[in-house]
């Protein structure tokens, strides 16, 4: 559920959670603390039109066979609408999407453990958190992500030795989140544990930048435009 994703707990960029933690032997719990930050996304120069020295007939043809020898599925072609669709599935969106960075320091007995990720990534890490009916949740979580999508490139005669080509890409984040809640009451007594288990899918467009989740007005994720210029340099180098 939403109370063990982490940083959709936060709505603030800057959060100090503080509660007890039981001892092993049942005697007066020491205090955790935490310490939460965001850095946002930076901007990014969209640049996803350019120009190439050749007709649209053979800047079509050159097209498609760059293409076919990529990791980039053809989906569809419209020669005549001039649109040319394609998917692509990865591993590393940290290549390609930025959602900002996360970084939580807990101190716990006057040690401090610091984990800093970027969150359009995979992580391990541990945050705090209260629940309504008064209990303190320590948890220790894990996050897998993948990235796929679908690009649409368009074909534009400028004459009869030039054609203008665009790129749009339309992103999918999956974020899968996974771990365990340990819950303590106000006075630090141990309550129990639990798993938890939830995927998280944020769209995401060549222009347009998305809340993670599509429902987290904190943290904002935007396309990197490396694989727009990718496809660009695919399409239209000699």
């Known amino acids: ?44 120069k969209i640049n996803k039109t350019k120009s190439i020295d050749l007709g649209f007939d053979n800047a079509w043809d050159k097209a498609v066979q760059s293409l076919s020898s990529t990791f980039y599925t053809i989906n569809n072609i419209e020669k005549n609408s001039r649109i040319i669709n394609v998917s692509f599935r990865l591993n590393e969106p940290t290549k390609y999407i930025d959602c900002g960075i996360s970084n939580r320091v807990i101190t716990y007995k006057k040690e401090p453990r610091e984990f800093e990720y970027e969150t359009a990534g995979n992580a391990n890490y541990s945050y705090l958190w ?9 948890t220790n979580a894990k996050r897998n992500s993948s990235l796929s999508g679908v690009a649409n490139i368009y074909f534009n005669p400028i004459n009869k030795t030039k054609t203008s080509i665009t790129v749009n ?31 998280i899918e944020t769209e995401i467009t060549t ?13 904002t994720c935007k396309s990197m435009q490396v694989l727009e210029e990718q496809l660009i340099t695919i399409l239209t180098s000699a």
């Open 130 to 138: 209260n629940t309504d009916r008064g209990f303190h949740i320590w």
């Open 169 to 199: 890409i339309n992103y999918l984040l999956k974020t899968k989140l996974s771990g365990n809640n340990y819950s303590y009451r106000n006075s630090g007594e141990y309550l129990f544990d639990s798993n938890f288990s939830d995927v």
């Open 1 to 44: 559920g939403a109370n063990s994703l982490g940083d959709i707990m936060h709505f603030k960029n800057t959060l100090l959670v503080s509660f007890l933690i039981a001892m092993l032997g049942g005697c007066a719990a020491p205090r955790a603390v935490e310490e939460f930050t965001r850095l946002p996304a930076v901007e990014y």
């Open 207 to 219: 222009n347009t930048p998305s809340e993670f989740g599509g429902n987290n007005p904190d943290v």
